[in-house]
């Protein structure tokens, strides 16, 4: 379906709210609906590219400034520098759509995860919020609010959204 340059959404909410678990959940869903999706995790803490013992991570505890791995169909290439989301997301131009799970203090478009057991209210500026999955029985005007339980009720307004900036910018 790539038409352009890939439409950006974060999957925001509190930690363990369960971003990754509907992440994962619409991936297949969003692959049956012709789109190809990139996920950007941010980590907030630092986190081990490549784990001890492994030949790349032997190079970078050994004073590699980088390191790559690859098979034939898929590759990593772990860099010490800084980067951005901005940077990661020109990673992946072939993708319709890239998912970034977290930012939720961002401008980027995103849906906000609510699970009653870790919070109450959402904490994204509401500006910025495509829809609530949640569990709760929330209420925001002018913001569609989706069952935790049903990514396909997620991956649908997804869908919808990057149909409208297709649309927008054709």
């Not at 940077?87 to 319709?96: C, G, H, K, N, R």
């Not at 930012?103 to 500006?127: C, M, N, Y």
Request: aromatic share 4%.
């Amino acid at each position: 379906m790539t038409v352009g340059k890939p439409v950006v959404i974060a999957v925001s909410g509190v930690k363990n709210s369960g971003k990754t678990t509907l992440i994962e959940a619409m991936l297949p869903l969003l692959a049956d609906m012709g789109l190809g999706v990139a996920v950007i995790k941010h980590d907030g803490h630092c986190f081990d590219p490549d784990p001890p013992g492994t030949d790349t991570g032997r190079f970078m505890a050994a004073g590699a400034a980088g390191t790559a791995i690859f098979d034939g169909e898929k590759f990593k290439i772990v860099k010490k520098q800084p980067v951005t989301e901005d940077v990661l997301i020109s990673q992946f131009p072939e993708a319709d759509l890239i998912l970034l799970e977290g930012f939720k203090h961002t401008p980027w478009p995103k849906l906000e995860v609510v699970r009653g057991a870790i919070s109450q209210a959402p904490v994204s500026d509401p500006a910025t919020l495509l829809g609530l999955v949640t569990d709760l029985d929330l209420a925001l005007p002018g913001i569609p609010i989706l069952p935790l339980g049903e990514p396909k009720a997620a991956a649908d307004l997804l869908l919808d959204y990057i149909q409208k900036e297709r649309k927008h910018h054709a």
